[in-house]
Structures are given as structure tokens and as C-alpha cells.
């Protein structure tokens, strides 16, 4: 599954945020359904390690000069639920990347 989330905010800006925020990202789960590991591996790559429903799921935020792109390893087992972690993505990865 991949995302792209544009912006118009600058790489520093959105690294910074990101960083900010990260710590959040197993919030945007049912309470107690996931937890969730990230490392900034490179600068602007932020790799993710979801445990959600019993099933690991890889991923990682790539922070580019217009948008950010999000993308994530499916396991079949959870592909009914792509729409809904589609629409969590952009909600809560645009309230992010806002313009404050």
C-alpha cells in the first residue's frame, strides 16, 4: 500500500515534524491494537515496524521536496482493512503536514 501526501512546507520542516510526532503514530489505532517501532535509518527516511492484530507490518516515510510518501507491506490477512488505514493515513498525516 502507498500514499503520497503532498506539501508545500520544506524537507527540514517535515523531518522536524515527523520527528516530533512519531511517537504518536500508535495512537491512530484502536486503542491497545498496535504498537508501533520507527528509526530514522537515512535523513529523510523513517522506516516503521507495525505489530497490529497479530501481524507485522513493515513500512516507511519518505520525506521528499513536495510530498511524503508513506508505504507499508500489507499481509493479505489485512487487506480488507487497507481502506480504513488508507483514510487514517491521510487524515492524520494531513493534519501534520498543515500549514500553521
Same mark, same amino acid.
Given at each position: 500500500?502507498?500514499?503520497?501526501?503532498? @506539501?508545500?512546507? &520544506?524537507?527540514? !520542516?517535515?523531518?522536524?515534524?515527523? @520527528? *516530533? @510526532?512519531? $511517537?504518536?503514530? &500508535?495512537?491512530? +489505532?484502536? *486503542?491497545?491494537?498496535?504498537? /508501533? #517501532?520507527?528509526?530514522?535509518?537515512?535523513?529523510?527516511?523513517?522506516?516503521?515496524?507495525?505489530?497490529?492484530?497479530?501481524?507485522?507490518? $513493515?513500512?516507511? /516515510? *519518505?520525506?521528499?521536496?513536495?510530498?511524503?510518501?508513506? *508505504? +507499508?507491506?500489507?499481509?493479505?490477512?489485512? &487487506?480488507?482493512?487497507?481502506?480504513?488505514? !488508507?483514510?487514517?493515513?491521510?487524515? !492524520?498525516?494531513?493534519?501534520?503536514? #498543515?500549514?500553521?
Amino acid at each position: 500500500m502507498r500514499v503520497a501526501l503532498p @506539501h508545500d512546507l &520544506g524537507r527540514e !520542516e517535515v523531518r522536524r515534524r515527523m @520527528h *516530533e @510526532h512519531s $511517537d504518536k503514530i &500508535g495512537s491512530y +489505532f484502536p *486503542e491497545g491494537t498496535a504498537r /508501533v #517501532e520507527t528509526t530514522w535509518p537515512e535523513e529523510d527516511r523513517m522506516e516503521l515496524l507495525v505489530t497490529a492484530w497479530g501481524q507485522r507490518v $513493515d513500512g516507511y /516515510v *519518505e520525506v521528499q521536496d513536495a510530498q511524503v510518501i508513506i *508505504e +507499508f507491506d500489507l499481509p493479505a490477512i489485512l &487487506g480488507m482493512a487497507r481502506p480504513l488505514i !488508507e483514510r487514517a493515513i491521510r487524515k !492524520e498525516g494531513g493534519k501534520l503536514l #498543515e500549514k500553521r
